[in-house]
């Protein structure tokens, strides 16, 4: 018998929309296997009415006060809030992820909203009293436009949340492209902006796959465009869409490094590298990807790292028992059984074998256990390859000189972490390691809202990091005034004319 699903529709002026759109996906469960929902695949049209839609919004918006815009985001603060646990349960739905993870994904999304709370504060200029004579100079920061972003699976909520928040705050109307893995959470957020008293039009949501994407970087009617996702597709959003003219922050892959010292608290580290390499099944840009265990810190690291990676519980997100749930399709399942296989191959050391790892009893869901290499080298596909499973690879260097070489080779460059019980080998760390993000003793240093996340090298494509002040820049176009009101009221020299390039005088 033919069962009928929900379909999951377009979110165009604050209400649901299902525009033109005739193409949709499945949205899978992953934990059970089964399609719970259909999402639509947006057409260019669509992503039309969409622009249009918010560029029509666009002209009120940005001549709303910006004490206006700050009261929406505390009210829409607030619904996220309440609404936390409705949100949680819906990404773990569609995600897999554990629900009290998806709440602490919130929780960081949250921030965000809070950080643009104080756009007040954030977005004021500077004044500067007779820069010349009789000249005063100020400067201010004016919203760009229609917005747009782009976003992946792994982090729903939070990861759109580096934007939009920011962007509207700012005074820019807004186009969210999700995931078309896990699309719900994006509408559950147009619906509380829109009971926050964000006027219909700020904020938008097109669901669909590269066609929405490709109107989107095409458009001419969008300033920006924000995107998080694998390396390869930012590029080409990176570069197509800076071809049509837009400014451009474009966030990719990783494959992030945790050196372990041997001067650390080994029993410390191993905690916490299981926590950061199988939280959310891997599924997160920060992850612990690769340990990097220099000297003998490598024997005392993998007696204490086995028994904790055994010792994780898989099943699915919604049940509190669960340590990590499944990852978020087949496809995925299989491409990461496709590595561990290629790792025994290639001769690393198969400590924890995920695979022997059960699914929940009669569960059909994508799971895969955590798995554990050692002995694995530079060579390997497991550790060049962005895996984005529940996959960790131990690999042993002489010293903290290698170890860093090692991490600045790598042509990824999101975040990279050390555990040692010294200053200055932490200091030299954290100066030397080509990576935006550092952690001293903390696997996964995700920085808070009022500074910027964002990647070196192959890992973000753009000038500007999210959030933080880049947040803020990212968004605006900066202005300078010079101003000079010519006045019989002459208490100083007063301004002669002058035909040279002006200069303070
Ligand atoms: P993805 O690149 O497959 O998809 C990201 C977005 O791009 C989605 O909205 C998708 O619909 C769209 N897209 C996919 N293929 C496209 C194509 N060929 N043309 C145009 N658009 C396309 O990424 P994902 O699998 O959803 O997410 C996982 C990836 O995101 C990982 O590589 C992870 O490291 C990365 N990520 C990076 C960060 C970061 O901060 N650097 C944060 C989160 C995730």
Not at 317 to 336: C, H, K, L, Q
């Amino acid at each position: 018998m033919k069962t009928t699903v929900t379909t999951i529709e377009h979110r165009i002026g604050g209400s649901p929309a299902r525009a033109t759109s005739t193409r949709s996906a499945p949205v899978w469960n992953p934990a059970t296997g089964e399609v719970q929902a259909e999402v639509l695949l947006g057409e260019s049209s669509d992503v039309d009415q969409a622009v249009e839609t918010a560029r029509r919004a666009f002209a009120d918006w940005r001549e709303t006060s910006t004490s206006h815009r700050a009261r929406v985001m505390f009210a829409f603060r607030d619904l996220v809030q309440r609404h936390a646990p409705e949100l949680a349960r819906v990404v773990a739905r569609e995600h897999g992820k554990m629900v009290s993870d998806a709440t602490g994904e919130i929780v960081r999304g949250m921030e965000i909203v809070e950080f643009a709370c104080g756009i007040a504060h954030l977005a004021k200029g500077e004044y500067s009293d007779q820069i010349s004579a009789d000249v005063d100079s100020f400067s201010l920061r004016q919203p760009l436009g229609v917005c747009a972003g782009i976003t992946p699976f792994n982090f729903p909520v939070m990861v759109p949340m580096w934007m939009h928040p920011i962007a509207i705050a700012c005074g820019n109307t807004f186009v969210l492209k999700p995931s078309e893995r896990d699309p719900s959470a994006s509408n559950l957020i147009a619906d509380l902006y829109s009971e926050a008293g964000l006027p219909g039009g700020v904020f938008n949501v097109v669901h669909g796959d590269k066609t929405a994407v490709d109107a989107i970087l095409d458009h001419r009617d969008i300033a920006a465009v924000s995107f998080v996702g694998s390396t390869p597709v930012a590029k080409y959003v990176h570069a197509r869409a800076t071809a049509a003219g837009k400014r451009v922050q474009a966030l990719g892959g990783a494959k992030n490094h945790a050196v372990i010292m041997p001067d650390a608290d080994i029993g410390f580290a191993a905690e916490q590298l299981t926590a950061a390499a199988y939280g959310s099944a891997g599924q997160r840009c920060m992850a612990i990807s690769a340990a990097v265990a220099v000297g003998d810190a490598a024997g005392s690291l993998l007696e204490r790292l086995k028994p904790a990676v055994l010792r994780l519980t898989v099943g699915p997100g919604e049940e509190d028992a669960s340590d990590m749930g499944p990852v978020v399709t087949a496809e995925a399942r299989d491409r990461i059984l496709r590595y561990i296989e290629g790792g025994e191959r290639a001769g690393a050391t198969l400590v924890v074998d995920g695979r022997k790892r059960e699914a929940p009893e009669g569960s059909r869901g994508f799971f895969i256990g955590p798995t554990l290499f050692d002995d694995v080298t530079t060579s390997m596909d497991i550790y060049r390859d962005e895996m984005f499973g529940p996959v960790l690879v131990v690999l042993r260097v002489d010293s903290l000189e290698a170890a860093i070489d090692m991490i600045n080779r790598n042509p990824y460059g999101n975040g990279a972490a050390i555990f040692t019980a010294s200053g200055s080998i932490a200091r030299a760390f954290g100066h030397h390691v080509q990576a935006g993000m550092i952690g001293i003793n903390v696997p996964i240093p995700v920085p808070m809202s009022m500074y910027s996340f964002g990647g070196w090298k192959s890992s973000l494509f753009g000038e500007h990091h999210v959030h933080g002040l880049d947040g803020i820049r990212f968004y605006t176009h900066g202005k300078v005034v010079t101003a000079r009101w010519p006045s019989t009221v002459h208490l100083t020299s007063g301004a002669a004319r002058t035909m040279n390039f002006p200069t303070a005088s």
